[in-house]
């Protein structure tokens, strides 16, 4: 094993690069904006850039670099071997991200992986569930993503759609659309943008319920603290958030049988006003022997992608 591997994180605005030692240790991180224009089309050219400017700044050799894993904000197919990716980074369409990227740095090997699901693997490598072989993390943000590993491998399926924790559905009569075109998924309840608009239905369908959050203009962040100060409607809402997510738990543990359930994102920050419910709601619903699964916040915040990037280079 060469002694260093880069691990980087695509998104929308920026991506996230880090520098590490083959046995995990963060050298250095920084960021670059993704270059949206023409179709994405300078993005992986700026990607190179980044990695080789970083390689002579340090003195290395593609001779001491094992590699580059990326993540990137949607389904990749086959990522050990020929990735293919089609992400909605400024209507970027299908490339061949391992093979275009690698000719970019002169032959050095390159891996992708969805973004979920290499923050999951940054977190069961280095994270909350360091020393478990299977673990699910589910991230809380504007939307809910996820990632779910089994004995040591990311499950990303046949479509690249592994892990697509936020569109399991959950409530079959709802009559709202969600971001991908179906009704009643998960991400429309337990995101930091459904925990918003659930509040907002609640304070329209009880009018004459004193709430702390009426009138003004409320984040999710806004809605759990009104809860942990006592405000009857908001903590409400944060109970049936925690019961729809609770019950979604259990039914990926009834199907994957994790170690351990890693909560991240933004919502995660809520703290014990979160967790605690939810893992009472999650045993209701789970599968006997399930039951117990812990449910922690994961701690590698926004370094877990880079993390897992790196994961997929360096492997077992």
Known sequence: MKEYAFGIDLGGTTAKIGLFKTTGELLEKWEVPT??????????????????GKMQEKGLAAEQVEGVGVGVPGPVLDSRIVPI????????GKH??????????????VLVGNDANVAALGEIWMGAAKGCR????VTLGT?????VIVNGKVIDG?????????????DRHETATCGCGKHGCLEQYSSATGVVRCMKKLLDENPDTPCTLRGTEFAAKDVFDAARNGDA???RE?????????????????TADPEMFMIGGGVSRAGDVLFAPLREHFKVYAFKSCRETPIVPAILGNDAGIYGSVRLIVGE
Do not use: F, P, Y
Request: net charge negative.
């Open 85 to 92: 990716i089609c992400a909605n980074l400024g209507g970027w």
């Open 238 to 254: 944060v109970d049936e958030m925690t019961d729809t997510l609770g019950m979604a738990l259990a039914t990926i543990a009834a």
């Open 158 to 170: 046949t479509h690249g759609a592994g892990g697509e924790i936020g569109h399991i559905t959950v």
């Open 143 to 147: 939307g809910v993503g996820g990632g």
């Open 134 to 137: 299977s673990a699910v993390m």
């Open 35 to 52: 270059d949206t224009s023409n179709a994405g089309e300078h993005i992986l050219k700026n990607l190179a850039a980044a990695v080789q």
């Open 96 to 109: 061949n991200v391992a093979e275009e990227l690698s000719t970019m740095l002169g032959g050095i090997r």
């Open 233 to 235: 409607l908001a903590a």
